[in-house]
């Protein structure tokens, strides 16, 4: 009899629990159980192991294996504890020494050929083991740039399950990489320089970047709305690392980060679509708690456009966790809580774009008759042409001048920054 110990992550919500994985080979029957609670994806863990060691000229005991996922009372899910039970499995059969997995966690799924594939939640499942004294992590190459953000660990970064052997037996590190924090602060896709004229949306939007509040666009079709919220993130002040930190995390028990890098300070937008169901706004899950729309917009905008096309009660379901910043799934036998804290941003067309032309022509009569104009009623006014002398000149909040139609979101940041708009800057011509 021999037994082989390694140490995973269990994951709920954001909070990481780290976890025993034993593996046990006596004599009887063949067999391989596994016990702790797995659910359907790690229970299959067996085949794809079995598989990945003969490809990689490892043995299968043909024995009775017992693979033990301590706390037993905890639930486990998903494909991440597969290079775990493999190299518990070879320790217990002696192929591989104990001494370089003490205390070292290891994350990744395994493919049939021995590969290493990318799993979810990296970071959390890191950030939890460092905080139970863990100072070493093996992790896939796919996961680098997001393990690389906790730079108080020793990451090793392998391709393969063959590299893991190599550098347990001979000592051979297939890559190691030095975690300088690398953080990402340009927003490449947007700018508020695209938007011309509809100064008083600007304003608006300029505001509730600067002190953190909602924002409610009501205008006909093709007026900038989703414009202007698109690009309320590039005049939002940096994240803080923490701040960032917290997003990746999120974005990480997800699944994915989008054309979002993981070392990035802007602030996230997440614009769902308004047939989105409750669970995809708020989150949640029969076994997995996946964040939902709001949670992905920590720290940054959540846009709901199309407003009044949401579902009866998808946006009264946004209310309690736009007052308490956190959302709580109670679940058997476990409570996930998941942290938010996001400024909303709805839009609403005045009209639909197939009632505006006969709209139009009944409202453009009713303007004639108290002498005003279409123009005068929507506030759909020409853009301001002027240039040169005439038009607005603003003083920036470090000296330097602009005069023109639109700021870009660059020149704006640092007004938002000090709690100002544009507007308090303006020169008198």
């Not at 923490?242 to 614009?271: C, W, Y």
Request: glycine share 8%; proline share 6%; charged share 20%.
């Amino acid at each position: 009899m021999s037994l082989g110990r390694t140490q995973s992550v269990a994951l709920l919500g954001l909070t990481g629990s780290v976890v025993d994985v034993e593996v046990d080979i006596a004599d009887g029957l063949p067999g391989f159980s596994l016990l702790g609670l797995p659910d359907a994806a790690l229970s299959e863990s067996r085949e794809r192991v079995r598989a990945a060691l003969a490809h990689s000229h490892e043995s299968w005991p043909n024995k009775k294996i017992t693979v033990s996922l301590s706390p037993a009372w905890l639930p486990k899910s998903g494909s991440g504890f597969d290079l775990s039970i493999a190299i518990a499995l070879l320790i217990a059969q002696q192929s591989l020494p104990q001494t370089p997995f003490t205390q070292t966690v290891i994350l990744g799924e395994l493919a049939l050929d021995g590969k290493i594939r990318a799993v979810r939640g990296v970071l959390p499942a890191l950030i939890a083991a460092y905080k139970e004294g863990i100072t070493r992590a093996i992790v896939p190459s796919a996961n680098r740039a997001e393990a690389a953000l906790l730079s108080s660990m020793e990451i090793l970064t392998c391709n393969s399950l063959h590299d893991v052997l190599n550098w347990a037996r001979l000592g051979s590190i297939p890559q190691v990489e030095e975690l300088e924090l690398n953080i990402d602060s340009s927003s490449q896709l947007v700018d508020f320089s695209d938007v011309a004229g509809q100064a008083k949306a600007r304003q608006a939007a300029e505001i509730a970047a600067s002190g953190g509040h909602h924002l409610l666009l009501i205008g006909p079709p093709g007026a900038g709305k989703t414009m202007i919220a698109s690009r309320i993130p590039t005049i939002m002040p940096e994240l803080a690392i923490d701040q960032a930190l917290e997003v990746t995390a999120v974005h990480s028990i997800a699944g994915g980060f989008g054309n979002r890098s993981p070392m990035s300070k802007v602030a996230p937008i997440i614009s769902p679509h308004h047939t989105a169901s409750r669970v995809a706004l708020v989150g949640g899950g029969s076994h997995i708690i996946k964040p939902g729309a709001c949670s992905l917009a920590h720290h940054g905008v959540l846009f709901i456009d199309e407003a009044p096309e949401c579902g009866v009660g998808v946006l009264d379901s946004l209310r309690q966790p736009l007052e308490s910043g956190t959302i709580d799934f109670s679940q058997y036998p476990l409570t996930r809580l998941i942290d938010l804290q996001q400024k909303l941003q709805a839009e609403i067309d005045a009209r639909k774009a197939v009632e505006m032309e006969a709209f139009r022509a009944e409202a453009n009569e009713k303007a004639l008759a108290l002498g005003l104009s279409l123009e005068d009623i929507f506030g759909l006014k020409k853009l301001d042409k002027r240039s040169g002398p005439q038009a607005p000149k603003y003083k920036g909040p470090n000296g330097e001048l602009w005069s023109g139609r639109g700021p870009n979101s660059k020149w704006m940041k640092p007004f938002l920054e000090q709690g100002k708009t544009k507007e308090d800057f303006l020169i008198a011509s």
